[in-house]
């Protein structure tokens, strides 16, 4: 089985959402949770500081949001080239 | 009725419940033994993984880490739920697609060879046991508060428990028990939850509880009320950290590839029908994970003021019936320095004067909060379902290398399946006695062992299985070696920085980059990632049915039946 055209523009495309849905997966956990934590905490979310936020509840509200994302953009990919089952 | 007629009562039933399931789903195949037949539902497999994925650890010691350390606990919350999206988008789907029974099947077949097969059977087996044996300790824990019973005995019974669905059911009965373990946890990690929730900020929803006004019209914010409280003692500020960034960063790194590498997560996902199932059941998966860990820093919040409020700078002899229970099994300790007859609980170690152990603020939690008997019995047998559940899928896995990669694939390729079956079967007793051994005789390593175990897998799969999906040019040399360098340079580091085996542990100034033990996962990761990469450059590429290999499990079309004779 060689990689014919479809396969290939399918894969491209599947990996072109990897990097931007792990881009967000890196921004609001490792980002916003961590590596600018004290900067975002000076902003007030309620009686969250935000970046405390971000590493309690945030980021996990957000990694549930991204895998369901995922499984709508994929879905409709299989269909498009035919490789749902 | 007392607390421990209803712990009896609700124990009791949530047994029954998972002995009845067992007998109703024994398994007649090795494909049911190994993967439930193929056929699980995607939310049963997310409810199953879930449980499965959800320890003691999670259930019991969570919400107490975060308790006592603020912001800086945020490690787990973020590494143990971030995880499941690279399982998602980097793994689950295509190692269902490739559809063979364990993680060492795929890289055996992968990097079509015998030696990689065997590397990857010893890293399962090294992470599954050290990770079980601290599952057998929490039941066995559970049982000596709440049912004031021996602690051995406590992990005798329940290594019955586990032994008669996990060696009857293997694969389907484990899947189904944890459904209802599933349900059995959640409600039990819930309901004291919103109880308290209520108490305290009138909301119902710990998740906007915590960030709510007290209930008692002062209008401040409860986690405003936690800085002062903490800053006030002596503590740090509740919402900051005190570790450094570096370690922070690398702690979640190596938590969450950790996770999405761990054997027994990833078999889950060949127990589904298509690729689809498998993308859409780790996000059901994810989504009631996340009920839970949202939940926990709540409960931590709720916890920490009431154990501040309900101790500090109060008469010993005035403490509640919790405080003198506790007193009893040693996990919670009061020694009165200044003679004063008050407790002083604050962060200067020479004049604090209570101990509490962090496993207790979840389980002592509804008492301190003065909640009804049978919630207090509801969470112990949360604790108890959230410990078999684990520790049932682990033994699989233990079971599954034994019979299937070790037995059926390199020593005896000729056996029947009837037979392969009953060495699976025996394997299963073989993995219970020896877990129980090391609940009874706990080494005293095993606690630490526990969090590592999340960089060992880091460390040693999740690198391996990413090249062999991601990059069809990896070959054997590369993933061998990457895998003994990764996995190696993990446990080096554990035995002279955690375990004290290389002589003296060095003091923390010492660690490599500053990153811990616990974090240093992310470090050999990384030189597994590094070495596998060199070494391929330098040999031969995989032959063409491999890289064909590749390709086809890229696309999700066909997904094969699992296949049991292969």
């Known amino acids: ?85 | 009725m007392s607390v421990q007629v209803w712990t009896y009562l609700i124990v009791g039933i949530t047994f029954a419940l998972y002995i009845g399931i067992a007998i109703w789903s024994r398994a007649g195949s090795t494909k049911d033994f190994y993967v439930a037949g193929g056929g699980v539902s995607p939310l049963a497999n997310g409810m199953a993984t879930a449980a499965d994925w959800m320890s003691a650890a999670s259930f019991i010691s969570m919400a107490g880490i975060i308790s006592f350390t603020g912001y800086d606990g945020s490690v787990y919350l973020m590494g143990w739920t971030g995880g499941y999206v690279l399982l998602a988008l980097l793994l689950a789907p295509y190692l269902r697609k490739f559809g063979k029974f364990t993680v060492p099947d795929f890289i055996g077949d992968r990097y079509y060879s015998d030696t990689a097969r065997i590397v990857a059977v010893i890293c399962a087996l090294l992470v599954s046991f050290t990770y079980v044996a601290g599952q057998m300790r929490g039941v066995g824990v559970v049982f000596s508060r709440f049912l004031e019973v021996d602690i051995n005995t406590g992990v005798i019974i329940g290594m019955i428990i586990v032994l008669f669905y996990a060696v009857l059911g293997g694969m389907k009965g484990i899947t189904y028990t944890q459904v209802a373990q599933y349900c059995v946890l959640i409600f039990a990690f819930m309901v004291p939850a919103i109880f308290i929730s209520i108490q305290m900020t009138g909301n119902p929803i710990p998740q906007l509880g915590m960030s709510s006004t007290l209930n008692d019209g002062s209008d401040v914010y409860l986690l405003e009320k936690l800085n002062g409280l903490s800053t006030e003692l002596g503590f740090n500020e509740y919402t900051s950290g005190a570790k450094n960034k570096v370690d922070i960063f690398a702690i979640t790194l190596a938590l969450m590839a950790g996770t999405s590498g761990l054997p027994h997560v990833i078999v889950r996902f060949f127990t589904v029908k298509k690729v689809k199932d498998a993308r859409k059941s780790a996000g059901l998966a994810l989504l009631l994970i996340a009920i839970l860990y949202t939940t926990a820093p709540a409960v931590a919040v709720f916890a920490r003021v009431n154990l501040i409020e309900t101790v500090s700078d109060k008469p010993y002899i005035s403490m509640p019936e919790w405080f003198k229970n506790w007193e009893k099994t040693g996990l919670l300790t009061f020694e009165d320095k200044n003679q004063d007859g008050n407790i002083q609980y604050v962060a200067d170690a020479q004049i604090n004067e209570l101990k509490v152990d962090r496993d207790i603020m979840v389980l002592a939690n509804p008492e301190i909060a003065n909640l009804p008997a049978w919630v207090i019995a509801l969470v112990a047998a949360g604790s108890l379902a959230a410990a078999l559940s684990t520790a049932a899928g682990l033994l699989l896995v233990i079971s599954a290398s034994v019979s299937h990669d070790l037995i059926k694939k390199i020593f005896l390729p000729t056996i029947s399946e009837k037979r392969e079956l009953i060495a699976a079967r025996l394997s299963a007793v073989v993995a219970v006695c020896v877990a129980g051994y090391f609940g009874i005789n706990p080494p005293g390593f095993v606690a630490a062992v526990v969090a590592l175990a999340f960089g060992l897998a880091a460390a040693s799969f999740f690198p391996t299985i990413v090249l062999g999906i991601f990059y069809k040019r990896m070959n054997k040399e590369g993933a061998i070696s990457g895998m003994i360098v990764g996995i190696s340079l993990m446990l080096f580091y554990m035995a002279k920085f955690k375990l004290g085996w290389l002589g003296e542990t060095p003091p923390s100034s010492q660690w490599w980059f500053g990153i811990s033990p616990e974090g240093f996962g992310t470090v050999a990761m990384i030189i597994n990632f590094i070495v596998s990469l060199l070494v391929c450059q330098f040999t031969a590429a995989p032959p063409l049915e491999v890289q064909e290999m590749v390709l086809n499990i890229r696309i999700p079309k066909g997904s094969p039946e699992i296949i049991s004779n292969h």
Do not use: E, H
């Open chain 1, 1 to 85: 089985m060689k990689q014919n055209y479809s396969q290939k523009a399918y894969w491209n495309t599947n990996l072109k959402y990897l990097a931007i849905l792990l881009s967000v997966w890196f921004l609001c956990s490792y980002g916003f949770g961590i590596l600018l934590v004290d900067q975002l905490n000076q902003i007030n979310l309620g009686g969250f500081p935000l970046g405390f936020w971000f590493a309690q509840q945030g980021s996990i509200y957000i990694f549930v949001v991204l895998i369901f994302v995922y499984v709508r953009l994929m879905n409709n990919l299989d269909k498009k080239y035919g490789f749902d089952d």
